[in-house]
T-cell receptor, first 116, second 113 residues
Framework: DSGVTQTPKHLITATGQRVTLRCSPR?????VYWYQQSLDQGLQFLIQ???????AKGNILERFSAQQFPDLHSELNLSSLELGDSALYFC???????????????FGPGTRLTVL | AQTVTQSQPEMSVQEAETVTLSCTYD???????LFWYKQPPSRQMILVIR??????QNATENRFSVNFQKAAKSFSLKISDSQLGDAAMYFC??????????FGKGTRLHILP
């Protein structure tokens, strides 16, 4: 158990809908990262927050957005869902931003999103 | 742009034997980090080992060790005394100081009893 929690574990929804995925980082971790893992694209970095501020952006679609709240939990919002958005979405956390001595990321169990 | 290549989509090893998973990467940075993550059937991502590029000494973590060749941009993972619980997908990853981490496509490791 990494200490990172994600809810829900599974989510089934229809095209065009909007969903919110939630992540609680490990106690003391200030950075939260979101990843998408799909069969065709592999594991891709979406976005990172550090202490409430967006810090780095990867291959995140405009239909997707995220935020990190004062209690450091984070939410990933996916809207206008398409079939191709079906994937496993991971959240990871670390103590500090990458590039510091404590930059190991710890992954949550993931949320399996199925878009029908 | 960074790339990570894992040339072995699948590998098998006999239990208690040693296996090496290959990874090559490309980055223009001189300072970066390398990781191996394990993803068992539960789909959770588990950090196996990490290596700072500025360190010449190869990282080791119990039965797991790496062979880091910076000039060749190679970062292979050696698993000694393979156990049934090592069966998983293994991902190699590289991360620069810009906080973006790039993963390889993964190598599925089978452990034969």
């Amino acid at each position: 158990d990494s200490g990172v929690t994600q809810t829900p574990k599974h989510l089934i929804t229809a095209t065009g809908q909007r969903v919110t995925l939630r992540c609680s980082p490990r106690s003391g971790d200030l950075s939260v990262y979101w990843y998408q893992q799909s069969l065709d694209q592999g594991l891709q970095f979406l976005i990172q927050y550090y202490n409430g501020e967006e810090r780095a952006k990867g291959n995140i679609l405009e239909r997707f957005s995220a935020q990190q709240f004062p209690d450091l939990h984070s939410e990933l919002n996916l809207s206008s869902l398409e079939l191709g958005d079906s994937a496993l979405y991971f959240c990871a956390s670390s103590v500090a931003p990458q590039g510091t001595s404590t930059d190991t990321q710890y992954f949550g169990p993931g949320t399996r999103l199925t878009v029908l | 742009a960074q790339t990570v290549t894992q040339s072995q989509p699948e590998m098998s090893v006999q239990e208690a034997e040693t296996v090496t998973l290959s990874c090559t990467y490309d980055t223009s940075e001189s300072d970066y980090y390398l990781f191996w993550y394990k993803q068992p059937p539960s789909r959770q991502m588990i950090l196996v080992i990490r290596q700072e590029a500025y360190k010449q000494q190869n990282a080791t973590e119990n039965r797991f060790s790496v062979n880091f060749q910076k000039a060749a941009k190679s970062f292979s993972l050696k698993i000694s005394d393979s156990q049934l619980g090592d069966a998983a997908m293994y991902f190699c990853a590289v991360m620069n100081r810009d906080d973006k981490i790039i993963f390889g496509k993964g190598t599925r490791l089978h452990i034969l009893p």
